[in-house]
């Protein structure tokens, strides 16, 4: 792409860029009410310092540059000492039409984790931003926005999820299921109380939180035969 047409294309990208700034979900919750998530990969990294903004790439690339305002060093297999004090990326995976990739510092452990997705004009667009734990192991797992139709897992309650009669966390509690649970997303998402609530089965409704796809849940996953009753938790 050459003259006006590739200065109108970065304008877009990085118009995209900015507009997903309302899409995007920094780290975790501190606290949750509802129940008891990048090392480097040199072999997976494929970015550029220089990606084109059209690619999944390029748009971390803009990400970094317009709204961190940091130096972005592209391939963290690339990367050198010279490149200290930038932020690289390796690529995490892809599952469908999304892809992840680690981000953080040159030369340092990558603890950020940013998903991305064309939109319906196929432009891609940052869908979140994770940090985890630096001070625990990377357990593999990536925060993959869920969908109606899919298959998820309880994990991470330290105890069972409460799935509740409503979306909300006052509605009574029909079934408390454990780590390891598998249900069916069928309805949702619904956003109430601080919360996202997704409908699970015919069971109810639960917070995502603490639902996750079954390659992304590193744990026994066996549903229990018989499942425990409700039991006053921290509301999960």
Do not use: H
């Amino acid at each position: 792409m050459k003259g006006m047409g590739w200065v109108l294309a970065l304008a877009a990208a990085a118009l995209a860029a900015f507009v997903v700034v309302g899409c995007l979900s920094v780290g975790g919750d501190d606290e949750s009410d509802e129940g008891g998530d990048g090392g480097i990969d040199p072999a997976a990294a494929t970015a550029t310092a220089e990606a084109p903004p059209d690619t999944p790439e390029g748009v971390v690339r803009l990400y970094v540059e317009k709204l961190l305002n940091r130096r972005f060093a592209g391939d963290c297999a690339q990367a050198t000492g010279a490149d200290r004090g930038s932020l690289c990326i390796t690529r995490r995976g892809e599952r469908g039409k999304y892809v992840a990739f680690n981000l953080g510092p040159v030369l340092s452990e990558l603890t950020t984790i940013v998903v991305l997705k064309p939109n319906d004009q196929g432009v891609w667009e940052i869908v979140s931003v994770t940090s985890r734990d630096p001070n625990e192991p990377d357990d593999g797992a990536t925060p993959w926005p869920l969908e109606v139709g899919e298959m998820v897992v309880v994990f991470g309650t330290g105890d069972c999820l409460n799935v509740r009669e409503e979306p909300r966390i006052d509605a009574p509690v029909n079934f408390c299921r454990p780590d390891g649970w598998k249900m069916v997303i069928q309805g949702g998402p619904v956003e109430e109380g601080g919360f996202t609530w997704w409908r699970l089965g015919g069971e109810g409704w639960a917070v995502q939180d603490y639902l996750r796809y079954p390659e992304d849940a590193p744990l026994p996953q066996d549903t229990p035969e018989a499942a425990p009753e409700p039991t006053p938790t921290a509301d999960g």
